[in-house]
């Protein structure tokens, strides 16, 4: 017979675990958006020991509603082989253009970012960053709920080896850092260079292009990259962002391998 309270207990013991499992991870994504989400599905799938926070109770950002609301996305040829291993079915527009279910292509990528042994935390916001002489060595967290309802709560602390920051056009991480630390990135102004006007072509360049590390333990990939170093918005082609993503995850795997 089922017991109401073994149910509550089944969730607080398992969630609990999890959470202390979390709170020394080598690597951390902050946003599940689809550059995150690829992020972590590649360093998850290496066996690193990863871990998604994402503010929201539905992870997958910006890529639901495809564009203006119309649940197509686009994406170039040069990531059919990326969609083919997470198992997502695109239809050949033209001989570049691609489109794919935006619903099918997000749900998939979190899907395969879940299955890769990666740690999905919903309903979490990074509230800012731990700084040790010079790099990037944790985050502070707290409920999203306590931010959205303006609560004065204390957060918690949790370390990290290397941190993405994928929290898309705001580039949350990367603006916390520079208001508590000044201009210390490694970009021509030390500060973000923001985002600039939409260009489909050059922006989906860019986002891959400007995928590094910008201060010592902290990466950026998807338009959180744009938005540091400066490159063009680009709406709804995706490509880039699962070319970042992966790009991401690589340069993280360099780092935690030396
Ligand atoms: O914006 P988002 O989808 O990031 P992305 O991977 O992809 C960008 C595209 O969706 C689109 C585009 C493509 O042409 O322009 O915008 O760069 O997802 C960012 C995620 O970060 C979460 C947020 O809820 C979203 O799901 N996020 C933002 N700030 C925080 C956060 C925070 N402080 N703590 C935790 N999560």
Redesign the pocket.
Known sequence: MLSDTKISEAILTTYTDRFKQMLSSDAVI???????LIAAYYLGKAGVKTTL????LS?????WGGGMMMNQIVVQKSVLPILEEMGIACKAYDAEHYTVSSVACISGLIFRAAQSGATIMNL???EDAVVREGRLEGLVINWSTVEMAHLMVDPLMMDARVVLD?????A?LVTKLVERMGPVLNTPSGGLEGEKPMWADHGEKQVVANTREVYPGLYV????ANATFGGQ??????GG?LLSGKKAAEAMLRRLAQ
């Open positions: 902050v946003g599940g958006g689809p550059s995150g926070l994402d503010r929201r992870v997958g950002g910006g890529m979490v916001t990074m994928a929290t898309g056009h705001d949350a990939s998807g338009m959180a918005r680009m709406g709804p082609v995706f962002m």
